[in-house]
């Protein structure tokens, strides 16, 4: 037996000056439309509309008729399959997928080359590359179409979202009630209103009861100590908090028939409970303003927990 050689010989077949062939006026109809970016496909005697477009009609063998229908542009892919290392030959020279696409008005589908977006060698496929995606096609320069299939470049998906910078800058009118609530934070106090119906306080002061929807005058001026009655662990940074996990969560000041919502902090996050005491760290005095901003957040007490039943109507 003869060995063969280490390395077997390339073939190549090649028509020098490329193969020429007559398209015939089906084709040649729709090459010519490709070159002046338009999509074109040809009716059946049946009725259907073939894209591209043939001169029989593959189910009944039946000449089509002289009546060419524009489609799409846009589409929908029907299949495709990753393509996530191209070679050379390919259209690409990045991940993209070869897909089964039927342009609007089109009873047949097309392949060709869908391209994802610029992606990594050896990515694989984007989550929202799936079958009924909304595709369009990318034509290459005016200048750079011959009449080929390849004077469309690719497939694009269809723009459906967009990222758009969003800014809003607003002012905030309080009211009278919150105006006064604020007044007294800015002299290091935490005032609320009694409600003369069911006698409970409401901080921050609303100017009725939520409970009995009357009308709220009587101030008071409770503590800024209390116990935390529900919490949340949160992940995302805020510019409020000292650190990431922080705690934020509804404090039943002592004296008041209504939570409110603070950061809670000076506790490692995992430590923070219900039933918690825990009391206001306020500012230096200097940084003091009409805002809740002059309470930083509340700290721990060295006191012992409230127990449960004592809190669960207030969750």
């Known amino acids: 037996m003869t060995d063969l050689p280490a390395e077997a010989p390339n073939h190549v077949l090649e028509f020098p000056g490329g193969y020429t062939r007559s398209v015939g006026p089906v084709i040649g109809r729709f090459l010519s439309e490709l070159r002046d970016g338009r999509l074109v496909g040809v009716r059946t005697q049946a009725g259907k509309v073939l894209f591209p477009p043939l001169e029989y009609d593959p189910d009944s063998g039946e000449a089509v008729t002289d009546e060419y229908v524009e489609v799409g542009p846009a589409g929908t892919v029907q299949s495709w399959s990753w393509v996530s290392r191209p070679l050379k030959v390919h259209p690409l020279d990045r991940p993209f997928a070869w897909a089964l696409i039927q342009p609007d008005g089109a009873d047949t589908a097309l392949l060709h080359a869908l391209d994802m977006g610029v992606l990594e060698e050896g990515a694989e496929a984007p989550r929202y590359l ?90 008071v001026e409770l503590p800024d100590t209390g116990t935390v009655t529900t919490f949340a662990v949160n992940n995302l940074p805020d510019p409020r908090a000292p650190e990431v996990p922080f705690v934020s969560a509804y404090i039943l000041l002592d004296g008041a028939g209504l939570t409110m919502l603070a950061l809670v902090a000076g506790v490692p996050a995992d430590q923070v409970r219900m039933g918690m005491r825990v009391k206001a760290a306020w500012r230096p005095r200097e940084e003091w303003g009409k805002t809740m901003s002059n309470i930083k957040w509340f700290e721990p007490l060295d006191e012992p927990d409230v127990p449960f039943d004592a809190i669960k109507d207030y969750l």
Do not use: W
């Open 130 to 219: 799936k079958t009924g995606l909304r595709v369009r096609p990318k034509f290459r320069g005016r200048g750079k179409r011959a009449g080929s299939i390849n004077d469309i470049e690719c497939f694009e998906p269809e723009v459906t979202m967009i990222n758009a910078p969003s800014r809003l800058e607003y002012e905030l009118q309080g009211g009278r009630a919150l105006d006064r609530f604020l007044e007294g934070v800015s002299q290091g106090k935490l005032i609320g209103h009694r409600c003369g119906v069911c006698g409970q306080v409401i901080v921050p002061m609303k100017g009725l009861c939520p409970k009995d929807g009357v009308p709220t005058t009587e101030e």
